[in-house]
């Protein structure tokens, strides 16, 4: 079972930056495919960025490019998502996933076995 955290939401300015967490604790996060997605309420979970297992590769939703990177730390089992130039459209739900799945790009949440209970960003225009 692995069982995922988000941290790092937050109220934020137009502009800023802020760098998400998820923490996955145990050996079976190594082998995963990790993502991250965000929800607005009444609207579907969207795809943002995910990363393979060995973090050498990484995809992004076309919205996010150039302004979010994800990376992972195996040694502390850790999943960031850094984003930068924040809009107001990025005012979501920011949830962690995992996949056993093979294969970095997937964008759908019905790939992934496991999530987080989400982390709130809200950016202020």
């Known amino acids: 079972q692995v069982q995922l955290a988000e941290s790092g939401g937050g109220l934020v300015q137009t502009g800023g930056s802020l760098t998400l967490s998820c923490a996955a604790p145990g050996r079976a996060f190594s082998s995963y495919t990790m993502a991250w997605f965000r929800q607005v309420p009444g609207k579907e979970r969207e795809f943002v960025a995910s990363?393979?297992?060995?973090?050498?590769?990484?995809y992004y939703a076309d919205s996010v490019k150039g302004r979010f990177t994800i990376s992972r730390d195996s040694a502390k089992n850790t999943v960031y998502l850094q984003i930068n130039s924040l809009k107001p459209d990025d005012t979501a739900d920011y949830y962690c996933?995992?996949?056993?799945?093979?294969?970095?790009?997937?964008?759908?949440?019905?790939?992934?076995?496991?999530w987080g209970q989400g982390t709130q960003v809200t950016v202020s225009s």
């Open positions: 996933a995992a996949s056993s799945r093979i294969g970095w790009t997937r964008t759908y949440p019905n790939e992934y076995d496991y």
């Open positions: 990363i393979s297992w060995t973090g050498r590769n990484t």
